[in-house]
């Protein structure tokens, strides 16, 4: 039988506790952040609003508590995740560190680079991005050209790096990149670079189609590392980086980015819409349910130690498309003109989010690499 | 053998909880030993598929949701109607849901529970049946359309109000007459007319807080359930003819764009089996209407999807009767707008959620 299983989200009734806590802090906290700033959801960035988070224990949740972690509940950590979500939280000083970065650390760092970063990341006070993508492979990962050649006492890499979000502002970038010989997912390894600490990397922007400053080129020319900086097995970089992948594509980021046009749209509607009002957003509150639940389930298999690498692919697959649906569906409920300048909330909300729709099937993997994944789990590749 | 008939009334007579595991193999095993093409095939042509019903009807599953000294499963709910999945892969065209449904309403009201497939009425937005009391006795009138299954139904479990009090009635084969109809899967649909005279013994008030939305909810948590386990077996039979099927030289499955149309049909196929299941759990935590909602409605949009991605892998043989595919997508392009389609669904939920406001939208989303 070919089978795509979901098993049911494990129960945590801890996590409703957990859940009117989070939303008290985050009404006081997110006082003053206007609907357009609340719609750059996760790439919205704050760093002391990230220290406030880490201060809560809301980053590296699961974590012993040895690393300044806290020890607790995958789906405690859920609920935090997509409460910050729904409500627009700017949280990208501190949400790489906590989805990636640092869980990779915790399974394949050094006892130093653990006792080193984990608190700062749990503190909210370091910031990661992920070097992965280049100029010449994006979707074909294993295509990395940026290569670590070792020398005494550590390395010299040259390379560059593309579409690093947030490397300007960031504290450590994860380098997956060549350090030997050997065809495609061979040969490669992750450091841990510190972007602070570290001369001769250069940053530079790459501006969006809004003209936001997010992405960015880093060219590595003759950078050294030390013997230090690499992150778990010496050529192992290809299962590292695709079990990292797991945690990148299943959260409740990959269905929620738009959420916020759903809320403001039904403020614009009020409470008694028109019956093609009622049933376009019903609908879309039933992809959004159905949806949850699968990213629980995801978030239970992880708290089970399973590798649900797959599952992440489907959730990521329905998720991308339902938040790229949610802005057409809206622009046809409520008659409208978009527009970045408008004051009204509705109308800002909805332009940034048109603008930003077509990267959610393309960031933390395409589309169709989704549905090779997918197609690869039914025994077709 | 562990898992014929036999062993599973045994087990369900002593009274002994059975795991989900054994119930969903112990209705695999049923189905797919019985559910050949041929059977299906007579079953489009009216012929009631009468010695698989006195298997399934031995093996206990009728009484999923009744309660455990009743026959039922001892179980938690969502466990038990795992059978439906089940019945929903192999097609089964028998009035499983129907009875389960029917035993439910019946055992609620402490009445008897007839052997032999049941029905329920109504099933639409028809006028009410009247029920009326006569003397010790009752007497019920009007009629009900889109019956399922009505015309080999041995009683149907009416719910009828009486003085604004649901009232469920057990009426047995001769209280009504029966026009057919049918869905596009040929599964008999009829209009009952009523005119049925009913002893004390057969009427009694619905079990607290069962009414008409009830039922409505329960079958539509029942036909989600039927239509996940059908889009799993459309998945399941969809990848393993396009790695059969060979067209320049090599198998179908291999092309990337055959590929990408599985990807999605498995992706839509996921997230109803998801709804489904939460649909289910619902129905065991008091009928909650939202994840029943849910549930019909992403199956529901999921169905017409999943049937159209199906034969357009399959080709033109998957368009012939001869192959079995048709059995799954019939039912599913029917299922979907039974007990309510997915703007039905949408509008309640969407009135809902605007009655709320926007400020607890997401409040009603995690908390339903």
Not at chain 1, 66 to 80: F, I, K, P, T
Not at chain 1, 230 to 242: C, F, I, S, Y
Request: charged share 20%; with cysteine.
């Amino acid at each position: 039988m070919v089978d795509l299983p979901f098993a049911p989200p494990p129960p945590c009734p801890e996590a409703e506790t957990l859940r009117l806590e989070v939303r008290d802090f985050l009404a006081e906290a997110l006082a003053d952040r206007t609907p357009a700033q609340r719609a750059e959801s996760w790439s919205g960035h704050d760093a002391a609003f990230s220290r406030k988070v880490g201060a809560k224990g809301w980053i590296g949740m699961t974590w012993p508590k040895q690393y300044g972690g806290h020890e607790r509940r995958a789906l405690e950590r859920y609920v935090v995740l997509e409460e910050m979500l729904a409500a627009g939280a700017p949280v990208s000083h501190h949400w790489i560190a906590d989805r990636q970065s640092g869980p990779l650390i915790l399974r394949v760092g050094t006892d130093e680079q653990k006792e080193r970063i984990l608190p700062r990341i749990a503190r909210g006070e370091a910031m990661f991005c992920i070097g992965m993508s280049e100029p010449d492979s994006g979707s074909d990962l294993a295509a990395t050209r940026t290569r670590a050649e070792a020398v005494q006492g550590g390395f010299v890499v040259n390379g560059t790096k593309l579409w690093t979000s947030g490397a300007h502002q960031a504290d450590f970038m994860i380098l997956f990149c060549r350090t030997g010989g050997g065809e495609r997912h061979e040969g490669t390894s992750q450091f841990l670079v510190d972007l602070k600490a570290t001369s001769s990397i250069q940053i530079r922007p790459v501006h969006a189609l809004t003209g936001e400053h997010h992405f960015n080129e880093v060219v590595f020319t003759d950078v050294f590392l030390p013997e230090t900086a690499l992150l778990g097995k010496l050529g192992d970089g290809w299962n590292q980086v695709t079990s990292e992948l797991a945690y990148e594509r299943s959260g409740p980021e990959r269905f929620l980015s738009s959420f916020l046009i759903m809320t403001e749209m039904l403020r614009v509607i009020g409470p008694e819409p028109s019956e093609r009002a009622a049933i376009a957003i019903g609908r879309l509150a039933a992809h959004i349910h159905a949806l949850r639940r699968m990213s629980r389930s995801v978030a239970g298999m992880l708290q089970a130690g399973e590798n649900p690498a797959l599952q992440a692919a489907l959730v990521k697959e329905l998720g991308n498309s339902l938040e790229q649906e949610i802005p057409e569906i809206a622009r046809l409920l409520v008659d409208c003109e978009p527009s970045l300048e408008s004051d009204d909330a509705f109308l800002a909300t909805l332009s940034l989010i048109t603008l930003h729709a077509p990267s959610f099937s393309l960031r933390g993997g395409t589309r169709e690499i989704m549905r090779g994944m997918i197609a690869r789990g039914l025994g077709l590749r | 053998m562990l898992l014929s008939g036999d062993f599973a009334r045994q087990d369900f007579a002593l009274g002994r909880a059975m795991t989900e595991s054994l119930i969903e193999a112990t209705a695999e095993r049923l189905f797919g030993d019985h559910c050949t093409p041929r059977l299906l095939a007579a079953a489009e042509k009216g012929a009631f598929a009468a010695d698989f019903w006195a298997a399934v009807e031995e093996a206990g599953l009728p009484r999923a949701l009744v309660p455990e000294e009743a026959g039922g499963f001892g179980m938690p709910v969502a466990e038990a109607l795992t059978i439906l999945r089940v019945a929903g892969r192999h097609a089964v065209p028998l009035p499983l849901g129907e009875t389960i449904a029917a035993s439910w309403l019946l055992a609620g009201a402490g009445l008897a529970l007839p052997d032999g497939p049941l029905t329920i009425a109504p099933v639409g937005k028809d006028a009410a049946l009247a029920l009326e009391r006569r003397g010790d006795a009752w007497h019920l009138s009007g009629s009900a359309s889109r019956v399922p299954w009505g015309r080999d139904a041995v009683a149907v479990a009416v719910l009828a109000t009486h003085q604004g009090v649901p009232m469920v009635a057990c009426v047995a084969r001769g209280g009504f007459t029966v026009a057919h109809g049918s869905n596009l899967a040929r599964e008999p649909r009829d209009t009952l007319d009523f005119d049925a005279s009913l002893g004390a013994d057969a009427v009694a008030p619905a079990a607290s807080g069962v009414d008409h939305a009830s039922l409505r909810a329960l079958g539509a948590a029942m036909r989600s359930l039927q239509m996940a386990g059908a889009m799993a077996g459309l998945l399941d039979m969809t990848t393993k003819y396009a790695l059969d099927r060979t067209q320049f030289g090599k198998p179908i499955g291999k092309f990337q764009a055959i590929q990408h149309s599985l990807a999605i049909l498995g992706a839509h196929q996921a997230a109803a089996g998801a709804a489904a299941t939460g649909g289910a759990e619902a129905v065991g935590d008091g009928l909650r209407v939202f994840p029943i909602a849910v549930a019909k409605l992403r199956t529901g949009e999921a169905a017409g999807l999943c049937a159209g991605l199906a034969h357009q892998v399959h080709g033109a043989i998957g368009f012939t009767y001869e192959h079995s595919l048709h059995f799954l997508t019939k039912r599913l392009l029917s299922w979907r707008n039974e007990f309510g389609n997915e703007a039905e669904w949408g509008l309640m939920l969407g009135r809902h959620l605007a009655a709320a406001g926007a400020d607890r939208l997401w409040h009603e989303i995690t908390a339903a």
